[in-house]
């Protein structure tokens, strides 16, 4: 913040370097704010629509003032002094300009809450077991923390056919209880009544817990990212 000169006059070159170097710092701040939205939120970009309108709203406004102070600069290119009143309204420009980005902080700070740490994490498969026989519907059951308190975090139960190279196999939700257990039922194949042919083949069943929105029944190539993955492997249908 520029101090209040006792004189009416303001040393030209020493004005315009402190100047430039606000322009500079305010722009670079503007931008990792905004860049932060995207890397701090990667799984939440579909769902935070109006918080991003919101932080746009912001960062033009600080932009528009920018665009003043540069005004300013193009007056101070023609000229060799500058008055009291003057150096009072970049002050007001740059005081303005730092609650701005007061806003955004206090917004940013006010958004969806990141995923705990990944200490805070725990994800625990009880049943099934590797190297289990399994049916074709089969319950699974863990334990888990740090999931059903963050609204961001969505627990999935995928299974993966070895056979047939996959996909993955996106299976209904589990339920997660407040104390952290949870429960849900896995496919491992086809109707046995139809396709008897699939006893005897090899699944993998992993349970992971990621920001992303999947739906059941849906087929995914890769895992997709995650926090945290607990996976069974070598299950064999009956």
Aim: charged share 20%; with cysteine.
């Amino acid at each position: 913040m520029l101090g209040k000169e006792t004189g009416k006059e303001m040393g030209r070159k020493d004005l315009v370097a402190i100047l430039g170097v606000m322009v500079a710092i305010v722009s670079v701040i503007v931008g990792v704010f905004i860049y932060s939205v995207d890397s701090r939120f990667p799984g939440l970009h579909d769902s935070m629509g109006s918080f991003r309108t919101g932080l746009t709203d912001q960062t033009t406004a600080v932009k528009l003032d920018l665009e003043r102070i540069e005004k300013v600069f193009a007056v101070l290119e023609q000229r060799m002094d500058i008055t009291t009143k003057e150096a009072g309204d970049i002050n007001l420009f740059l005081s303005d300009i730092e609650d701005r980005l007061g806003e955004i902080e206090q917004t940013l700070n006010q958004s969806t809450p990141p995923p705990p740490p990944p200490e805070l994490l725990s994800l625990v498969m009880f049943h099934p077991q590797m190297g289990d026989d399994v049916d074709w519907i089969t319950s699974v059951s863990g334990n888990s923390s740090g999931i059903v308190t963050n609204t961001t975090l969505n627990l999935y139960l995928l299974v993966y056919p070895v056979e047939s190279e996959g996909p993955w196999f996106v299976q209904n939700r589990p339920s997660i209880n407040p104390d952290g257990s949870w429960f849900g039922l896995a496919y491992f194949g086809r109707n046995p009544d139809i396709h008897p042919e699939d006893v005897g083949d090899q699944f993998i069943l992993s349970a992971i817990v990621a920001t992303v929105n999947l739906q059941p029944g849906e087929t995914v190539s890769t895992i997709p990212d995650n926090i945290y993955e607990c996976s069974i492997s070598a299950l064999i249908r009956k």
